[in-house]
């Protein structure tokens, strides 16, 4: 069982940046891929990045490479999302999810967070 819990979305302006940060409990961190994945108002949750057990392999939506960088800290339990260069069509609720890597970028989900609200405005 994992139970995560994100932190460090909130209101930024176009162009703006913001870090996201999912906090995982337990001592089994280390040997799921992470993901973070969105959901955007009357649209699908739809995948934004994810990241292997060790962190040495990344990947990307196409709508968010070059702009956001995802990133964990084993010893801490913690996987990050960067975000540069926001748009107001990056505006969702963000959710990480622990879980799986079954083929090199693409990432199955396990557990799921709460969510954390990114508003972008133009």
């Known amino acids: 069982q994992v139970q995560l819990v994100e932190s460090g979305g909130g209101l930024v302006q176009a162009g703006g940046s913001l870090r996201l940060s999912c906090a995982a409990s337990?001592?089994?961190?280390?040997?799921?891929?992470m993901g973070w994945f969105r959901q955007a108002p009357g649209k699908e949750r739809e995948f934004v990045a994810a990241?292997?057990?060790?962190?040495?392999?990344?990947y990307y939506a196409d709508s968010v490479k070059g702009r956001f960088t995802i990133s964990r800290d084993n010893a801490k339990n913690t996987v990050y999302l960067e975000m540069n260069s926001l748009k107001p069509e990056d505006t969702a609720v963000y959710y990480c999810?622990?879980?799986?890597?079954?083929?090199?970028?693409?990432?199955?989900?396990?557990?799921w967070g709460q969510g954390t609200q990114v508003t972008v405005s133009s």
């Open positions: 337990g001592r089994t961190f280390s040997r799921y891929a």
């Open positions: 990241i292997n057990w060790s962190g040495s392999s990344t």
């Open positions: 999810s622990a879980g799986a890597m079954v083929l090199a970028g693409h990432f199955s989900p396990g557990y």
